[in-house]
């Protein structure tokens, strides 16, 4: 199956800073990514859709100007969490797919911590 | 909005037992079924999907699943699991888009169904 990969697999940061994390499709162009948060114990929410050369699409109750989406190629998409607060920290995982009909393919996921 | 109810949080067999994993949705219109599975310190991966035919799908590692649509569900089947099959399972489902040839967006997914299987 196709690949995805995250950077980085984890970080931890101050409050207060910003933080970027990269989503790469390594071996299929995707036009179109999603972000995904899984708090402990619980299920993966969709934070945004993102289309290639497009802006993001959030889902309701995602701040758009504190979770910024930018996909400017076909195999890149970064989520920066911009003034990072400690709840803030999850487990953020992005996925790719290339077509409508086609599956979507997972990154392995990136653990923030804020302090 | 479509919501995913996995009624199974932890599910204990021993090695050979058969298993089942319930899935339930919620929406109002077509949607597109998937069973992804999580094995420890790994990503998730797609075991099967449905988006229409045949209501009985087959995906890797001998799972299947089968859609019944006056029940909204999606039940994941296997009939003699493995000890390898120790993993979570996530049970999600996205709008069936009819404009778009049947793609659509984000996916909802369940609270997953972890699973031990006893040597």
């Known amino acids: 199956g196709a690949v995805v990969s995250q950077h980085p697999s984890r970080v931890i940061c101050k409050s207060g800073t910003s933080v970027k994390i990269e989503c790469r499709s390594l071996d299929f162009q995707a036009t179109t990514m999603f972000w995904y948060r899984q708090f402990p114990k619980q299920s993966l929410m969709l934070m945004a859709t993102s289309n290639e050369g497009s802006k993001a699409t959030y889902e309701q109750g995602v701040e758009k100007d504190k979770f910024l989406i930018n996909h400017a190629s076909l195999t890149l998409s970064t989520l920066t969490v911009t003034s990072a607060h400690p709840e803030d920290s999850s487990f953020y995982i992005c996925?790719?797919?290339?077509?409508?009909?086609?599956?979507?393919?997972f990154g392995p996921g990136t653990r923030l911590t804020v302090l | 909005a479509q919501s995913v109810s996995q009624h199974n949080h932890h599910v204990i067999l021993s090695e050979a037992a058969s298993l089942e994993l319930g899935c339930n949705y919620s929406y109002g219109g077509t949607v597109n079924l998937f069973w992804y599975v999580q094995y420890p310190g790994q990503h998730l991966q797609l075991l099967l999907k449905?988006?229409?035919?045949?209501?009985l799908v087959k995906g890797i590692k001998g799972f299947e699943a089968e859609f019944i649509k006056s029940k909204f569900s999606f039940n994941l089947r296997k009939p003699s699991v493995q000890w390898s099959d120790t993993a979570e399972y996530f049970c999600?489902?996205?709008?069936?888009?009819?404009?778009?040839?049947?793609?659509?967006?984000?996916?909802?997914f369940g609270k997953g169904t972890h699973l031990i299987i006893q040597p």
């Open positions: 996925s790719a797919r290339f077509g409508r009909r086609d599956t979507q393919y």
């Open positions: 999600a489902v996205n709008a069936h888009l009819e404009y778009s040839g049947g793609g659509a967006d984000g996916l909802t």
């Open positions: 449905y988006f229409s035919g045949d209501p």
